[in-house]
């Protein structure tokens, strides 16, 4: 399995930790283990479709991973504190932010849109990380190591402010994006904060500021009423449950240059090992009709907006998919109507594929099986090319394969893509423009044809009866075949 990885900014072969260690190669037979860490939400307000396109593209990842043989340790943080309004460490705390707006305190809020990222990813199709974990519940973890930090010479206080992790103690920073910006002349991140020794220095702990009154805060050493900073309980998390070195870390390209490279900073010279994370992987952002998503601009979409305009979840997925991760994607009404367009004719395709895909396994033809599926798994293994694959989806639909393989295959297919066919059915196709008839509601001479191809059907004469549901399509009439009776629509 190929993916890009940013440290080195080349697309790399994939192995874990665990795989090399043990000198034999990964399979299905020979399952390994995988340590991946997401950063997750910053849960104060509502999760919108920025967020559900790169977390299903993490769930794609996680699903070509346990396709390949890997056994995913999935762990997602859910960021309940701590987040500053600015990455500089400054500015109010989001969660603080959201209780105002909402008129809630800051742990409703947290549970709150908690609950409705949860919400949005099931609809989604997103599957659920092995462990979800707040930082609200790893204070101590997370005191623990800005502690040591402390203790090693790294950290410096600024009165009334917090703890600063000084980086210019360190021999590189950075290197994530490639530029270090302690060399750079006040380009990148600039800290305004008074006391800061360098620019690029960033808070591990943060002091409730007089008069300040926050809901969220905890003793420390420093200070009696403080919290943390919103980098260290990636780093406190994910080395928690994931240990030292870990095999894939994910998250947003806004992520690239302040919060991944200070998570690598404090974890590397906590732990003494480097890299903290052998792969980074980065998605890109979706934009709406070009612009960055604001609610201001009323470009702002949720899940249930997009369920309020009678779009189906499914449909969003299948356009995440339809780009890379790695490019920017514009979300329009538009594509996401032709994408429903596209997935209906999925949807249908599928379900034909599925009552008719018993009685023609003698058809098989397992070479072209073969090469399709190789073809799509290609795809999906080379950096999550899932646009290239979903062009494998619609070959396989035109091949001259079996139902019986078809079947097989797109069920395979799904697995990876996580559409949810198997899920579906009739209900979830259009009602509005197609209707459902009666024999006798169809011209005489198609009630003859009608008659001769159930005949065929009965007498497994399956070549006749696709050769007469082609007279019928031709004369703008869809014959669906159910267990024990036919839907005819026009
Ligand atoms: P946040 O809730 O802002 O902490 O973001 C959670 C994750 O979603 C981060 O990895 C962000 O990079 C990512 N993210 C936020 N907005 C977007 C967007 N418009 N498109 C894609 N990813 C986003
Ligand atoms: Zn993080």
Not at 175 to 183: N, V, W
Not at 304 to 332: M, V
Not at 382 to 394: H, K, Q
Not at 413 to 426: I, N, P, Q, T
């Amino acid at each position: 399995m190929k993916l890009y990885n940013t440290l080195s900014k080349k697309v790399e072969e994939f192995k874990s930790l665990q795989e090399i260690n043990s000198g034999s190669l990964v399979s299905r037979e020979n399952p390994k283990q995988v340590n991946m860490y997401a950063c997750g939400v910053t849960v104060y307000d509502y999760t919108h479709i920025g967020h559900l396109r790169k977390y299903v593209m993490d769930d794609i990842l996680v699903r070509v991973l346990r396709h390949v043989g890997y056994d995913v340790k999935h762990i997602q943080n859910i960021t309940d504190v701590g987040h500053l309004a600015s990455d500089d460490d400054e500015g109010e705390d989001k969660m603080e932010k959201g209780a105002r707006k909402y008129g809630q305190s800051a742990w409703e809020v947290a549970k709150k849109f908690e609950d409705y990222f949860f919400y949005s990813m099931d609809l989604m199709g997103v599957l659920r990380p092995t462990l979800s974990c707040r930082a609200t519940e790893h204070i101590q973890s997370q005191l623990d190591m800005v502690l040591d930090l402390e203790k090693k010479g790294y950290t410096y206080v600024i009165d009334g402010d917090g703890v600063y992790f000084d980086t210019s103690k360190l021999e590189t920073y950075g290197e994530l994006s490639g530029h270090d910006p302690r060399k750079a002349h006040r380009e990148t991140r600039i800290g305004e904060i008074e006391g800061k020794k360098n620019p690029s220095d960033f808070a591990l702990w943060k002091f409730e500021k007089a008069g300040e009154n926050r809901q969220m805060v905890w003793p420390s050493p420093w200070h009696p009423r403080s919290f943390p900073g919103w980098h260290i309980e990636c780093s406190a998390m994910s080395i928690e449950h994931l240990g030292p070195e870990l095999d894939i870390h994910t998250g947003g390209i806004d992520h690239v240059a302040v919060h991944h490279a200070n998570e690598i900073a404090q974890s590397e010279t906590f732990t003494g090992k480097k890299p903290f994370s052998r792969f980074w992987v980065h998605h890109n952002f979706l934009r709406v009709n070009g612009e960055k998503m604001s609610k201001s601009l009323g470009n702002f979409f949720t899940i249930d907006d997009i369920l309020k305009k009678g779009f189906k979840p499914a449909a969003l997925r299948l356009l995440f998919l339809s780009s890379h991760y790695r490019s920017e994607q514009n979300f329009t009404i538009q594509s996401l109507e032709a994408s429903q367009s596209a997935l209906h004719k999925l949807l249908q395709a599928y379900l034909e594929i599925k009552e008719n895909h018993e009685d023609r396994s003698e058809l098989e033809n397992s070479d072209e099986a073969h090469q399709l599926s190789k073809q799509f798994f290609d795809a999906v293994e080379n950096d999550l090319n899932t646009s290239e694959a979903l062009t494998i989806v619609w070959k396989l639909l035109k091949s001259q394969l079996s139902n019986a393989q078809k079947y097989r295959l797109l069920l395979e297919f799904d697995r990876v893509l996580g559409l949810g066919l198997v899920s579906m059915d009739e209900d979830d196709l259009p009602k509005s423009d197609k209707v459902t008839l009666q024999i006798d509601d169809l011209p005489k001479d198609l009630q003859d044809l009608f008659r001769d191809r159930e005949l065929a059907r009965k007498n497994k004469d399956f070549a006749k009866s696709d050769e007469i549901r082609t007279k019928f399509e031709e004369a703008g009439y869809q014959l669906i075949d159910q267990a024990g009776s036919v839907l005819i629509k026009h």
